[in-house]
């Protein structure tokens, strides 16, 4: 039986909210503003990042919330909630739903992320979420005990396919391998792309910068106007 807070997420679509240092957005103050547009545009959840923007937007918002707390360190490419550290600041804000990478790679310190969901699951009582870049990856997540699993990193570990577009392909597959839900999150950038990764078998859809990265979607209208001059000038 799924958890009352994934129920809801069936067949919706989640925002991620966050913003890098340095963007005219970056600050919690804005991120809970971005969440509260979320929930007036019908979003069923938000997946947001740092203890901080987790607070204020439980603040100013009822909908359950994927929480994760990006932080790198020396020697390893896991940075999604990579150590127990990060797991018990994320969980401290309120976050619903713990996400961690959940890929083969190495993490911080050596340890196993066998070991690291066991000492979650012994202190808290908290659903995880696994953000995976392989159908393996995912299908060993759900037999380590984690409640969900998202297409989050497909493409973003060397050895998961590179693409500009999203990874239907993994979505169909683990649909079809696990019997916990795949979120389909990474890569998509339009209404088609979430309609398309639904019909491929996600549960849900998360969708980030194509909705809460301003000059991102500034730039991709004026990359192609600039494209159309150049070749009208021609």
């Known amino acids: 039986m799924l958890h009352p807070i994934i129920q809801s ?21 804005y991120m809970a503003r971005f969440a509260l547009s979320a929930e007036m545009g019908k979003a069923v959840g ?44 994320v969980i401290a804000a309120g976050a619903d739903i713990v996400a961690m ?18 000492e979650i699951r012994e202190k808290y009582q908290v659903l995880l979420m696994a953000d995976v870049s392989t159908v393996e990856e995912g299908v060993e997540a759900e037999k380590l005990g984690f409640d969900l699993i998202s297409t989050t990193l497909s493409g973003y570990t060397a050895h998961s ?5 999203p990874d239907i392909q993994l979505i169909a597959d683990l649909s079809q391998r696990v019997k916990i839900p795949v979120l389909a999150e990474g890569r998509i950038h339009s209404p088609e792309q979430a309609l398309q990764s639904l019909r491929a078998g996600a549960y849900a859809v998360v969708i980030g910068g194509a909705i809460t990265r301003p000059h991102s979607i500034t730039k991709k209208y004026t990359d192609a106007i600039l494209q159309y001059e150049s070749v009208t000038k021609s």
């Open 101 to 118: 990478d959940a890929t083969r790679c190495d993490r911080p310190g050596g340890i196993k992320l066998s070991d690291l969901v066991k």
């Open 9 to 29: 997420f069936k067949g919706g679509l989640i925002v991620s909210c966050q913003a890098l240092e340095g963007e005219p957005f970056f600050g919690s103050d």
């Open 161 to 165: 396919p590179q693409s500009e577009e």
């Open 46 to 89: 938000i997946r947001a990042n740092t203890p901080q923007d987790i607070a204020a937007i439980k603040v100013v918002t009822k909908l359950p919330l994927i929480g994760l707390w990006k932080k790198d360190y020396v020697g390893s490419d896991v940075y999604i909630t990579p150590t127990l550290k990060e797991v018990e600041g």
